[in-house]
């Protein structure tokens, strides 16, 4: 019975068979698996191929910009005026500093900061994935940092700007923000220019954005052109120190100084006071940045009187014999009394240049009329901006003659009425000096001369005034302390009264002087400009004329334009006379 059960148990364990019908749905089953993940691999490896590498690629290759170095700014003879050097700025991932607790003291001390000041600001910017910690670090400074290896903290190559000249040239150079673009003078006039366009590279990031592998993708970056400036470093410098020590001296708010060359319409030199020391950009202030010679404008004065007869003979309105009767040195237009600062009598134009006399302006310019005393500046360019692209640069003021009447003409015939910027003003001396021709004026150094203009007034008629304004330079002229030892120079002074909220103010002036070197064939033109001298005096011929001497003194030597009285030596007269003779 035992034996019975135990056969009975065995039967029972034997596995039953499976239906058909349950092997088939089960191989159905597998089948559709199968070819449900082959489908899904085809999907991926082929039809969503680029999508799915393109995703990856967002996560992990970054391309990174490859900085293109500004290019230099140079003066004419290729000194240094801006350059741009290579600088580490340091950067991190808040979140991951935050939490390397024991780096982020080094970090901070490395970075001149107190702990609890770095932790505070990460803290407030913990979302974010980037934040600068420090621009432009010295490149020694900013591999101590990294050699901390703090979490989530990395350096980035960059640029900084620097200039050589220091405050010698600021206002025409100007500077750069800390992203390296121009802000103002030639760095924003050119800033396209300099820039450059900059180049990338494709490389591998990991999940905290530091570089581990570079790809071969590199495109170089294109730099800047550098830009090669018309002033020569030699003379700014020579202009900026005259400057400086006449505004410090004569206790005055400022002033500037102007050079340049008549033959090509280039300026040589460019510098106003009070100025600013770009290197240090915590220092700049408004009033140092602004380029007073290009966008400031006054009241020219008696530096207005040679364009006037020079026009007025082209005119033929007088001519070179005229004399003009100045009295006892007052005249009456309306209710203006014009008067001069004393008596002079009969004076010829020479005369009347010589000892800047007022009533004898006054009596040219209401005999050429208000439409001749007009159009006399507006030739010279008075009324019109002299287009030197430089950012701010301001054009003249001057109504239009139908608004003038008598008083209005005779006190625009010695300066008052009417506003012009220093490069105006210095622009239409340079005509006179170049023989009437007037030209366009540059701050780029020119590789070609552009032609004139026009003709303002005729060669005969601007030599004539040149020859008259070596008299106001003469020992008994109004400028004598303009005077050059062994040169001839030409000029004239100008003292302005300023306009105050109730007209002219008796105390403050400006101080002028306008004149070049040598008077016979001008090489330099130079305009000097005192604003408001509170010691010494106030008149053009003993404030500005004496600075205008001074630089002048030093643009002949470092020019080598030769004295008057120069013989060259009988070697170099005999190779002169032998190139003469020669056919070709």
């Not at 005026?81 to 939490?99: C, N, Q, R």
């Not at 002033?231 to 206790?251: C, N, P, T």
């Not at 002036?509 to 033109?525: E, I, K, R, T, Y």
């Amino acid at each position: 019975m035992t034996r019975a059960r135990n056969n009975h148990r065995v039967e029972a364990a034997e596995p039953q068979p499976v239906s058909p019908w349950r092997a088939r749905v089960i191989l159905l089953g597998l089948g559709l698996g199968v070819f449900a993940l082959v489908g899904r691999a085809f999907e991926l490896q082929v039809r969503d191929r680029d999508f799915l590498e393109a995703e990856g690629a967002k996560r992990f290759e970054r391309t990174v910009q490859v900085p293109a170095g500004r290019a230099a700014i140079r003066d004419r003879r290729g000194e240094p005026l801006a350059l741009s050097a290579p600088v580490e700025s340091v950067w991190a991932v808040p979140e991951d500093l935050l939490a390397d607790t024991a780096s982020l003291p080094l970090v901070a001390r490395l970075l001149g900061q107190a702990p609890d000041e770095l932790r505070a600001f990460l803290q407030a910017r913990e979302s974010r994935r980037f934040v600068y910690l420090r621009r432009h670090m010295a490149p020694a400074d900013a591999r101590r940092v990294q050699a901390v290896n703090a979490e989530g903290v990395f350096l980035q190559r960059e640029y900084r700007r620097f200039y050589p000249a220091g405050e010698i040239a600021s206002q025409l150079v100007g500077v750069t923000n800390i992203d390296n673009r121009g802000q103002e003078g030639m760095e924003l006039a050119y800033d396209e220019w300099l820039q450059g366009t900059p180049g990338s590279r494709r490389v591998i990031r990991d999940r905290t954005g530091r570089v581990v592998e570079d790809l071969a993708e590199f495109t170089p970056p294109d730099p800047g052109e550098d830009l090669h400036l018309s002033i020569d470093l030699r003379l700014q410098y020579v202009a900026y120190r005259e400057l400086k020590d006449a505004v410090d001296r004569s206790g005055a708010r400022g002033g500037l100084v102007l050079l340049l060359d008549p033959r090509t319409g280039e300026v040589l030199a460019m510098a106003s006071q009070p100025g600013f020391n770009p290197n240090r950009r915590d220092e700049i202030g408004t009033a140092g940045v602004r380029n007073r010679v290009i966008t400031d404008t006054f009241e020219p004065g008696s530096t207005v009187k040679p364009l006037l007869i020079a026009q007025a003979m082209d005119a033929g309105v007088i001519d070179w014999r005229t004399q003009i009767e100045t009295g006892l040195g007052y005249y009456k237009v309306g209710r203006l009394q014009i008067r001069d600062f004393r008596g002079y009598g009969q004076l010829d134009l020479a005369g009347v240049l010589r000892k800047s006399s007022q009533v004898g302006a006054a009596k040219i310019g209401l005999q050429v009329g208000a439409e001749g005393v007009w159009s006399a500046y507006n030739d010279f360019g008075l009324a019109e901006t002299v287009g030197t692209g430089f950012p701010g640069e301001a054009s003249g003021v001057m109504r239009h003659f139908t608004e003038w009447g008598e008083i209005a003409t005779a006190t625009a015939s010695y300066g008052y009425g009417l506003a012009v910027t220093a490069l105006q003003l210095g622009r239409a001396y340079a005509s006179l000096a170049d023989d009437g021709r007037l030209r366009p004026l540059s701050l780029v150094k020119l590789d070609e001369v552009p032609p004139p203009l026009r003709q303002v007034v005729s060669v005969e008629n601007a030599q004539r005034v040149r020859h008259w304004l070596e008299g106001v330079v003469a020992p008994d002229g109004t400028a004598n302390r303009a005077a050059v030892p062994g040169y001839r120079v030409a000029g004239k002074t100008g003292t302005v009264r300023k306009v105050k909220a109730d007209g002219y103010d008796e105390n403050t002036h400006m101080a002028l002087f306008a004149g070049m070197l040598p008077a016979d064939n001008p090489q330099v033109v130079g305009l000097v400009v005192i604003d408001e001298p509170q010691h010494g005096g106030y008149y053009g011929g003993v404030v500005a004329a004496p600075v205008f001497a001074k630089v002048m003194k030093s643009a002949a030597r470092l020019l080598r334009i030769p004295p008057a009285d120069f013989q060259p030596p009988a070697s170099e007269a005999l190779t002169a006379s032998t190139d003469q003779s020669s056919p070709t």
